[in-house]
């Protein structure tokens, strides 16, 4: 299927409020050109939940078109597209925000992951997102640090992408990422740094995955940053609901505005979206190392 793959989205639990359904998101990134998107937890409960609303929604997809499309009431003339091909994969990790419950937690986390790759083949692909936000320095620091090292443990272990959460925190997680060992593939996701983070993290092996903020008039070094990253490193992603692209700044965001930040990184790069669609989303496969299931292949 080709367009557009979100490879960070929040749209489940409460994250998801704005969706009537659970399949709306899909059908209202369906609309958009999008092929696909990766559901990222944030603590043991939205892991939980991205995991359970992933595997409904894998269940319910091989029904359309027939059924549920031509009754939802939302359904653009451009739902022809067979959604039994929409890519829909999960993570399950702690965000540097939610670090303190690390200790108690790791141990259920681990669970999780093991009972998921278990029932669930080839739908959750990554840990995270995890790594340190320094901007309020809660929980501390060496919290922060302990969840993080702990996550690239697990990366390693099970063989999973690290998704990396990085703010304001740059030394102490290149150092973390050097002393614990570098995860077979990590994501920078949201990057919001300039030129000497983009090339410590592509020399770390990176992927880059680029939010709404490469919109934002504000935003110039991120956009200088994303004229520079190498195309076979560059993702896309929504964040949703945080981080709308412009011109929908203030909104909830929604994975079919993914095309927002992909349109303004063809435009920076200045090269024709349909090949950006490919080039992104032939990243994201390999960045969450995602068999060939024909799925946003
Ligand atoms: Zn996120």
């Known amino acids: 299927m080709r367009g557009w793959i979100d490879s960070h989205?929040?749209?489940?639990?409460?994250?998801?409020?704005?969706?009537?359904?659970p399949i709306d998101p899909v059908i209202d990134a369906t609309g958009n050109n999008v092929a696909g998107l990766v559901c990222v937890g944030t603590d043991l409960d939205t892991s939980r939940e991205g995991i359970d609303l992933i595997s409904q929604l894998r269940n319910l997809l091989p029904e359309y078109p027939p059924k549920i499309i031509r009754e939802a009431d939302n359904a653009s003339s451009q739902l022809t597209t067979d959604l039994s091909k929409f890519g829909l994969w999960c993570t399950a990790g702690i965000h540097p925000h939610d670090a303190a419950i690390w200790k108690d937690s790791q141990g259920e986390l681990e669970k999780l992951l093991v009972a998921t790759l278990n029932d669930y083949p080839g739908m959750l692909v990554?840990?995270?997102?995890?790594?340190?936000?320094?901007?309020?320095d809660d929980p501390p620091r060496d919290q922060q640090m302990a969840a993080f090292a702990g996550q690239i443990r697990l990366a390693k272990e099970y063989d999973l992408t690290l998704v990396i959460h990085a703010r304001e925190a740059?030394?102490?997680?290149?150092?973390?990422?050097?002393?614990?060992?570098?995860?077979?593939?990590?994501?920078?996701?949201?990057?919001?740094?300039?030129p000497y983070e983009l090339s410590t993290a592509l020399n770390f092996g990176a992927y880059i995955s680029f939010s709404g903020i490469v919109t934002f008039s504000n935003a110039e070094n991120v956009r200088e940053a994303a004229m520079v990253c190498p195309l076979d490193s560059i993702l896309v992603e929504t964040d949703s609901p945080f981080l709308s692209p412009a011109p929908n700044r203030g909104k909830q965001n929604r994975p079919a505005w993914v095309s927002f930040v992909g349109d303004e990184i063809s435009t920076l790069k200045?090269?024709?979206?349909?090949?950006?669609?490919?080039?992104?989303?032939?990243?994201?496969l390999r960045a969450f190392k995602i068999a060939d299931s024909g799925k946003a292949e």
């Open 9 to 21: 989205c929040h749209i489940q639990g409460d994250y998801g409020s704005q969706w009537n359904i």
């Open 170 to 194: 740059w030394e102490d997680l290149f150092t973390l990422l050097d002393t614990e060992g570098v995860p077979q593939r990590i994501i920078m996701h949201c990057f919001t740094g300039g």
């Open 270 to 284: 200045e090269m024709d979206k349909t090949t950006m669609q490919d080039i992104t989303r032939s990243n994201t």
């Open 126 to 136: 990554g840990i995270g997102e995890c790594g340190l936000d320094y901007h309020y």
